[in-house]
């Protein structure tokens, strides 16, 4: 099942449980969502010329790096969001 997959589940668990069971069934599945969101890579946004991206999901600069021609940070060190580096032509 992938971190996408889960989510569907999970929402569909939300609303089937919302008026059944305590709210804290609801803000569990809420923290697993949050959770199962950053294993999903997503691309950084690129400062204009500064060597830096930015995290899509806490918005806090990260420097890139690169060794090979790869860029060896794959979460964000700050949020732990996957980053998605791959660049389409």
């Given at each position: 099942?992938?971190?996408e997959?889960?989510?569907?589940?999970?929402?569909?668990?939300?609303?089937?449980?919302?008026?059944?069971?305590?709210?804290?069934?609801?803000?569990?599945?809420?923290?697993?969502?949050?959770?199962l969101?950053?294993?999903i890579?997503?691309?950084?946004?690129?400062?204009?010329?500064?060597?830096?991206?930015?995290?899509p999901?806490?918005s806090?600069?990260?420097?890139?790096?690169?060794e090979?021609?790869?860029?060896?940070i794959?979460y964000?060190?700050?949020?732990?969001q996957?980053?998605?580096?791959?660049v389409?032509k």
């Amino acid at each position: 099942m992938t971190p996408e997959e889960a989510i569907k589940t999970i929402q569909v668990a939300i609303a089937e449980v919302e008026w059944n069971y305590p709210l804290d069934y609801t803000e569990a599945f809420e923290v697993a969502i949050e959770a199962l969101e950053k294993q999903i890579p997503k691309k950084p946004r690129e400062a204009f010329q500064s060597g830096f991206f930015w995290c899509p999901a806490c918005s806090k600069a990260i420097k890139m790096r690169i060794e090979s021609s790869k860029i060896n940070i794959s979460y964000c060190p700050f949020c732990g969001q996957a980053l998605d580096w791959r660049v389409n032509k």
